[in-house]
Each structure stands twice: as structure tokens, then as C-alpha cells.
T-cell receptor
Framework: DAMVIQNPRYQVTQFGKPVTLSCSQT?????MYWYQQKSSQAPKLLFH???????NEADTPDNFQSRRPNTSFCFLDIRSPGLGDAAMYLC??????????????FGPGTRLTVL | QQPVQSPQAVILREGEDAVINCSSS?????VHWYRQKHGEAPVFLMI?????EQKGHEKISASFNEKKQQSSLYLTASQLSYSGTYFC??????????FGAGTTVTVRA
């Protein structure tokens, strides 16, 4: 089945130790998003790619970076994780942008723990 | 700007109905509804576009009043499988969705 896949599902890292989260999609969608979701809160958009064009949200910390080497894959790099970065990280895709009327398909998420 | 959802939580018995509201201070182009079960990804339910349309998904339906910048999600004859957290995502004249804080629905037998 076409889907959004995230690896790993659970990631434990140490304070300050870089970590990379992975997302892949078989939907051939143009747009890939990364959200951070803390417990009992709404998903918060960190950034998105439209094809190769990267768009960072204004309040996304510099500690968070992303790469999209091809249509199918997108990575979230956290350069120096702090305790406050512990959260569920959700990857989503949509066929296109525009007017917010494109359905977003979410992956199962990666739960990040920072020790 | 984040839309406001109400109520924060609701507890139902199987077969009961509930309404979840979502309101925004911004002009809206669309409203998306998602359901997320604990530890899982949000699952898309439906999109409502400008024009005051209504849609349905099983016994879950929704309305969108663009003048009032509000949407409501109606859970009819609730089933145990309806339990989860419901998020509305509002789309304005830019590319992104702003999600509400969620409404946790618990359906008990």
C-alpha cells in the first residue's frame, strides 16, 4: 500500500548528541512536512519541502535542519538535542500546496527521548 | 494562528452523539479534520472547503460556516472505535494548516 514510513519508531539519544530521523513516501507527493508534537498538544509545523524548495517556519529553532535528497525521502536532523526536544516527530505529505485544501497523509511518527 | 477547539474532552457511552467545534480568528479557505489514536499518526477524516458544505465519513459528519470562520464535527451514534483525539486543521490563504489543540473523545461500552 502507498504510505508514509518513518524510521525509527522510537529513538533515544543523549543530551547534545546529534540525531537523524527518517521519512519516506510511496505516494509521489510533491510536499513533505515535518511536525513536532508534544504530549497533549497540536502538531506544530517545523518546515516543509515543496519538491526541492525548503521552507522553514519562522519559529523553528536553528537546531533543527532538514534534507530531502530525492522525492521519496526526507530527513530531520537535530544537531544538539535538548531535553525540550523530546517529542513525537510526525512526517506528512501532500500532493500539492495552496489554500490548505490538500489532504495531508501522516506517517506513524518517531518518538524521541532525550536523556 | 491556532484555531480554538471545544470541548477539550468528552466522554460518551456507545450510541450517544457529540459535537466538536473549531473556530478561527482568520478567514478560512478550508477545514480539515483528523483523528489520532494514542501513539499513532493522525488519520485524515475529511476536508471542507469554502461554500458552507457538509461532508460525512461513516456516521461522522461536519459542517463549515466560512462567514463565522467555524466548523463543527458531529459524532452520531458513537462507536468504541471513535475514541481518540480529534484535531481540526484550518487552511487560510497560505500553504499550511494550523492545528487546534485537539478534543479527546472517550467512548465507553
Amino acid at each position: 500500500d502507498a504510505m508514509v514510513i518513518q524510521n525509527p519508531r522510537y529513538q533515544v539519544t543523549q543530551f547534545g548528541k546529534p540525531v537523524t530521523l527518517s521519512c519516506s513516501q510511496t505516494l509521489n507527493h510533491n510536499v513533505m512536512y515535518w511536525y513536532q508534537q508534544k504530549s497533549s498538544q497540536a502538531p506544530k509545523l517545523l518546515f516543509h519541502y515543496y519538491d526541492k524548495d525548503f521552507n522553514n517556519e519562522a519559529d523553528t529553532p536553528d537546531n533543527f535542519q532538514s534534507r530531502r535528497p530525492n522525492t521519496s525521502f526526507c530527513f530531520l536532523d537535530i544537531r544538539s538535542p535538548g531535553l525540550g526536544d523530546a517529542a513525537m516527530y510526525l512526517c506528512a505529505t501532500s500532493r500539492d500546496l495552496g489554500g490548505g485544501n490538500n489532504e495531508q497523509f501522516f506517517g506513524p511518527g518517531t518518538r524521541l527521548t532525550v536523556l | 494562528q491556532q484555531p480554538v477547539q471545544s470541548p477539550q474532552a468528552v466522554i460518551l457511552r456507545e450510541g450517544e452523539d457529540a459535537v466538536i467545534n473549531c473556530s478561527s480568528s482568520k478567514a478560512l479557505y478550508s477545514v480539515h479534520w483528523y483523528r489520532q489514536k494514542h501513539g499513532e499518526a493522525p488519520v485524515f477524516l475529511m476536508i471542507l472547503l469554502k461554500g458552507g458544505e457538509q461532508k460525512g465519513h461513516e456516521k461522522i459528519s461536519a459542517s463549515f460556516n466560512e462567514k463565522k470562520q467555524q466548523s463543527s464535527l458531529y459524532l452520531t451514534a458513537s462507536q468504541l472505535s471513535y475514541s481518540g483525539t480529534y484535531f481540526c486543521g484550518t487552511g487560510s490563504n497560505d500553504y499550511k494548516l494550523s492545528f487546534g489543540a485537539g478534543t479527546t473523545v472517550t467512548v465507553r461500552a
